[in-house]
């Protein structure tokens, strides 16, 4: 089991920053990836960013030059910061962890809520 647990977010006016943190703990190898997805209500969760054990980084394309997800190997800790932020970022975002042998997002954390006001 991998456990998952978010700090950050909040409330910020558009065009500020916010700084997702999310510590992962348990059996750390079994995962080589860790990702963030958001959900917004009334839509589908999205991934929004991800990052592999060897450091390959991808975005989706609306954060892409805003967002950059990092991560601290040491810590065991993946972060998101997020930049030039709109009201339609706004979304409960999610940091997930996938299996190795499964290549499944199947380990969740418990969801950070990011509010983008007008």
């Known amino acids: 089991q991998v456990q998952l647990v978010e700090s950050g977010g909040g409330l910020v006016q558009r065009g500020g920053s916010l700084r997702l943190s999310c510590a992962a703990s348990g059996s750390i190898f079994a995962i080589n990836a860790l990702g963030w997805y958001r959900q917004a209500p009334g839509k589908q969760r999205e991934l929004v960013a991800a990052?592999?054990?060897?450091?390959?980084?991808n975005y989706a394309d609306s954060v892409k030059g805003r967002f950059t997800i990092s991560r601290d190997n040491a810590k065991n800790t993946v972060y998101l910061q997020m930049n030039s932020l709109k009201p339609e970022d706004t979304a409960v975002y999610y940091c997930?962890?996938?299996?190795?042998?499964?290549?499944?997002?199947?380990?969740w954390g418990q969801g950070a809520q990011v509010t983008v006001s007008s």
């Open positions: 997930a962890a996938r299996h190795r042998a499964t290549m499944v997002y199947e380990y």
């Open positions: 990052i592999t054990s060897d450091g390959r980084t």
